[in-house]
């Protein structure tokens, strides 16, 4: 059984998905863009685009009564793989650890021209 999480703390999503669907005891967090939870605002630069995604991210996860320490998975999807160190930085200062496993994948492009965009999977078990 699966169901959807939303929350006005986050971007709506841009198309036909949800912002999270819980699926037993794991939460699958879609792609969060570096947007106010009004959906405008980017903000500049990849280590500010870097923390609204996390932002985003964690209040998700709260509206599903998690916080970023339950994420096993990511994904990050950059345009610029030359600033993964801005990236990273932001990251490790967010996630502690044990780290969750990541993927960081090169992109030519993300909607609505954003830098960053980052998914993740928790898991809502004891």
Not at 56 to 82: E, Q, S, Y
Request: charged residues 15%; neutral net charge; aromatic residues 8%.
């Amino acid at each position: 059984m699966k169901s959807a999480i939303a929350t006005s703390a986050a971007p709506q999503a841009i198309g036909p998905y949800c912002q999270a669907i819980r699926a037993g005891d794991w939460v699958f967090v879609s792609g969060q863009l570096p947007l106010g939870a009004d959906g405008q605002a980017m903000a500049p630069g990849v280590a500010a685009q870097t923390e609204a995604c996390l932002d985003n991210l964690a209040a998700i996860l709260a509206a599903a009564g998690l916080r970023l320490g339950d994420v096993v998975k990511t994904t990050v999807f950059m345009t610029d793989l030359g600033q993964f160190a801005a990236m990273n930085e932001v990251y490790a200062r967010r996630f502690g650890s044990p780290f969750p496993a990541r993927a960081t994948v090169g992109v030519a492009a993300l909607p609505k021209g954003a830098s960053v965009e980052i998914e993740a999977v928790a898991f809502a078990g004891k």
